[in-house]
């Protein structure tokens, strides 16, 4: 049974982005084909393309965003476990 989909799904390792969505030569991929809120796609250079950086803090904040977590400077960390930071 064939699922009708509306919007193509984002690249995961079940579902790995298509080699003519591939810019090898400027390791990049096109962002048609991963679906990107407006949030990740304000971070992209080229509206068109993906390079390996953009892709990086994308996912980063995906990680970040399923988690709930957010990022605190390392002397608040070691703080709040009674350590400190000799710099």
Do not use: C, F
């Amino acid at each position: 049974m064939a699922l009708n989909r509306k919007h193509k799904p984002a690249a995961s390792h079940d579902n790995p982005v298509q080699l003519e969505h591939v810019d090898s030569t400027r390791e990049r991929i096109s962002s048609a084909a991963v679906k990107l809120t407006d949030e990740e796609r304000e971070l992209l250079s080229d509206p068109d393309w993906i390079d390996e950086d953009e892709a990086d803090r994308i996912m980063a904040l995906r990680v970040e965003r399923s988690q709930g977590n957010s990022a605190i400077p390392v002397e608040e960390y070691l703080k709040k476990r009674g350590r400190s930071l000799d710099r």
